[in-house]
């Protein structure tokens, strides 16, 4: 292949990767433009080995091949939580792959001239300054490291005395490679391998988006230098985008928590030391804590009454999720609070700021998780003027973030942030861990404020605390016509009529000791599986044994109900195949089905001609009580009326699985779940 059509090719694969992350900026688009970047690193892979004529080098194979099950392997087993550390891993390898071009190039193949010894000294000096400060970012993220700031004595000198050196060390080997060339070499390698160690170890939690996105930036600037090393324009093109979005990307960071990329490299703490102690220490907020003062208190911890009521009354809410919602995984449990606010027909909307988590778009990622519309993700010059008309702000796991401090506490690493500005809406609801401060070690004083409510505990917690509140004290409002029908009623109530009241199921959830779940294609159109499992957690916290019975056919695929429930979080081992369940259900207090049928159809051993007849079933009639959760009482796909309906022990919930299993759920009391 010609140098010039290299070239060409190396342009259109550039513009594809352009075009891709331009896909990549609208939800809608994403996963295209996903697949159209990573087709085209496979083309840059393939047309670059053809290239070089490497296809008969069996080494480089297995070394793709390495590479390729590597990232099949982490893309298994790494959870959503522990993204951001997975993608400063990753940053990191990039950088130690730009590393090991320029030290091959400086010990090996030998540069042939100046800007071929520069180029290869700059790779090895960014090189290992990215996979040494990810590294280090992904141990203090992963918490294997300490996530507080460890500030050497004269930290800032220090830096700048590693930089001198490896200029100088590059400098000498570029105009005299025969000058100590090892030596210059060796200098370089470790010079750059502290600089990425001392200043990734001084940042804290605080400034962590800015050192992820300043990291992106590094791995790519090594890749295009390493480029510029072996003379290959697609790394020079590839490297000098991921760079320069990483760069972009990394000024947006630090325009949003008014912080100077310059301060953060030349070590200046982002925490509030007290006066008279060392650097290295840990610090005390000058601000201290807000709540630890008698004058104005901040509210006790509730149990969620009183910001029901709030919720209850409020027509327009915004959620404002941060990292305490990240490591609760609460966000699940935020999109079932948001739906019952919209079934209500409470206006919801989520407030993200632009360096909530610990990455940027790490909320964004997380509530799309959760399926929550990408339209209802406000950033913060869209959704701060629309706080004072608000009714309610409830605020999961942020804190600086809507820390009013930003804007009174003069000479604090917060002090000037543009914040989310809860504090103007009529009431707040906090839902953080405690009530100290945040990363940044300033209090926060939207505590001490009238008309905010402070729930302190994991977020998945107080969360459910407040559903539960929001759902017990109006049982039947939204249900339309999900009243329970229990036996013989049946026979002579029409099911949309009403019925019997909750109580005779409350009794039955409260007094089981074993249950069986029996999932379907219903709680699949409802999306109902993370109640399932928040229903499940409730009842496992009373000491009752929940397990689930899943039925060969049931969903539209195999394996559909244990993929959905494995997305909740439902531990395997409690997914049970037929022949090992049914044998257990004669010994089952209760049997809960959810959005299933035909699969329990006691008519398939009884309706000779019919569709279903010797079909096998799961045996849930033969459990002492039947809650059934179907979005009505007309027969499934086969055509067939379900007698299971019609038989004593059994209570039919009617309507969307979602919205009767928060009834459900309202019926364990939240007194005794922690039992």
């Not at 959620?319 to 609460?330: D, N």
Request: glycine share 10%.
């Amino acid at each position: 292949m010609s140098a010039l059509t290299y070239s060409i090719v190396s342009a259109i694969l550039a513009l594809t990767i352009l075009y891709g992350l331009h896909l990549l900026s609208n939800v809608k688009t994403a996963v295209r433009g996903n697949i159209l970047c990573a087709l085209a690193m496979t083309a840059a892979i393939l047309i670059t080995m053809y290239k070089d004529q490497a296809f008969a080098s069996p080494v480089l194979w297995l070394a793709i091949a390495c590479g390729m099950a590597f990232g099949l392997f982490l893309s298994n087993t790494v959870k959503m939580i522990q993204m951001p550390q997975m993608v400063a891993f990753l940053h990191g390898l990039g950088g130690g792959a730009a590393a090991a071009v320029g030290l091959i190039i400086l010990l090996d193949i030998g540069a042939q001239n100046a800007f071929e010894r520069i180029s290869a000294c700059l790779a090895l000096a960014t090189g290992m300054i990215t996979i040494a400060g990810s590294f280090i970012a992904a141990g203090k993220l992963h918490q294997l490291l300490p996530q507080k700031p460890l500030i050497l004595p004269s930290h800032s000198t220090l830096v700048i005395a590693i930089l001198a050196v490896m200029c100088a060390a590059s400098l000498l080997h570029t105009a005299a490679p025969e000058t100590l060339p090892l030596s210059a070499i060796f200098l370089i390698l470790v010079t750059g391998t502290a600089f990425g160690i001392i200043v990734t170890m001084r940042v804290g939690g605080a400034d962590m988006p800015i050192t992820i996105s300043l990291l992106n930036a590094f791995g790519g600037t090594s890749a295009g230098i390493a480029g510029f090393a072996v003379g290959d324009p697609l790394l020079v093109a590839i490297g000098g985008i991921i760079a320069s979005s990483g760069y972009m990307l990394t000024r947006t960071m630090c325009r949003a928590m008014n912080r100077k990329l310059l301060s953060i490299l030349l070590g200046e703490s982002s925490v509030v030391l007290g006066k008279g102690e060392p650097p290295a220490g840990q610090g005390t907020p000058s601000l201290g804590n807000p709540c630890t003062g008698t004058e104005s208190p901040c509210p006790p911890t509730s149990s969620g009454n009183d910001s029901a009521v709030w919720l209850r009354s409020a027509k327009k809410v915004i959620i404002v999720p941060g990292y305490g919602m990240a490591l609760a995984q609460a966000q699940h449990k935020v999109k079932q609070l948001a739906d019952l606010l919209e079934g209500r027909g409470t206006s919801v909307s989520y407030a993200v700021h632009p360096v909530a988590g610990r990455m940027p778009g790490h909320m964004n990622v997380l509530l799309a998780e959760a399926n929550v519309d990408y339209e209802q993700l406000l950033e913060m010059d869209v959704v701060n003027p629309m706080f004072p008309e608000a009714d309610l702000v409830l605020v999961v796991g942020a804190n600086d973030v809507v820390n009013p401090a930003a804007m009174e506490a003069e000479g604090t690493p917060i002090y000037g942030m543009p914040i989310l500005r809860a504090d103007q809406a009529k009431h707040v609801i906090v839902c953080n861990y405690d009530d100290k401060p945040g990363y940044a070690g300033v209090g926060n004083t939207l505590y001490k404020r009238d008309g905010v409510i402070l729930l302190q505990g994991d977020a998945s917690d107080t969360l459910t605390t407040i559903i539960t509140a929001l759902t017990t004290n109006t049982p039947n409002e939204g249900q339309g016509s999900s009243a329970p029908l229990q036996g013989s009623q049946r026979d002579s109530v029409p099911l949309a009529a009403g019925g019997i009241s909750d109580n005779d199921a409350s009794s039955w959830l409260t007094s089981a000791k074993k249950v069986i779940i029996v999932p379907g294609y219903g709680m699949a159109l409802a999306q109902a599986q993370y109640k399932v499992k928040q229903l499940a957690d409730l009842l496992e916290g009373r000491g009752t044994s929940v397990s689930y019975a899943v039925h060969p056919v049931a969903g539209r695929m195999p394996g559909h109900m244990n993929v959905l429930l494995a997305e909740a979080n439902v531990d395997y081992e409690h997914l049970l195949e037929m022949d090992v369940v049914n044998p257990m259900f004669p010994e089952a207090d209760l049997v809960l089905v959810v959005g299933a049928n035909d699969v329990v159809n006691p008519a398939a051993m009884e309706a000779e001609g019919t569709p279903i007849y010797g079909m096998p079933i799961l045996r849930a009639d033969q459990a002492k009580h039947v809650i059934v959760c179907n979005y009505d009482d007309k027969p499934g796909y086969a055509g067939v009326e379900n007698t299971l309906y019609k038989r004593d022990g059994v209570i039919l919930l009617q309507g969307d699985a979602a919205n009767t299993l928060d009834r459900l759920i309202a019926m364990v009391p939240a007194a005794e779940k922690a039992i």
